[in-house]
Nanobody, 114 residues
């Protein structure tokens, strides 16, 4: 079945960096755009970054543009999110998924705090 396993979260100080990784399985990974989402406490889940199936096109929410970079490896079926210049408001559980899957992974917690 379709599965997403996120990793790489943790506690980081403001201004620091983290790299998240997502391993996907159960579908033809190279045929689908992939997305990173996040959900902060008490807030709705939001889309933060997307990447086209061939990796040629990326898009970002205004809140992370210029600080986050999404990338993918279609041989390893993974999608990463490099997060730089982290802010306390980036604190959230981060998830990856394509547009069509109905089930979410467990996510990975990112906490930005001094």
């Amino acid at each position: 079945q379709v599965q997403f396993v996120e990793s790489g979260g943790g506690l980081v100080q403001p201004g620091g960096s983290l790299r998240l990784s997502c391993a996907a399985s159960g579908f033809t990974f190279s045929s689908y755009a992939m997305n990173w989402y996040r959900q902060a406490p008490g807030k709705e889940r939001e889309l933060v970054a997307s990447i086209a199936p061939n990796g040629g096109t990326t898009s970002y929410s205004d809140s992370v543009k210029g600080r986050f970079t999404i990338s993918r490896d279609n041989f390893k079926n993974t999608v990463d999110l490099q997060m730089n210049s982290l802010k306390p408001e980036d604190t959230a559980v981060y998830y990856c998924k394509n547009y069509y899957a109905t089930l979410w992974g467990q996510g990975t917690q990112v906490t930005v705090s001094s």
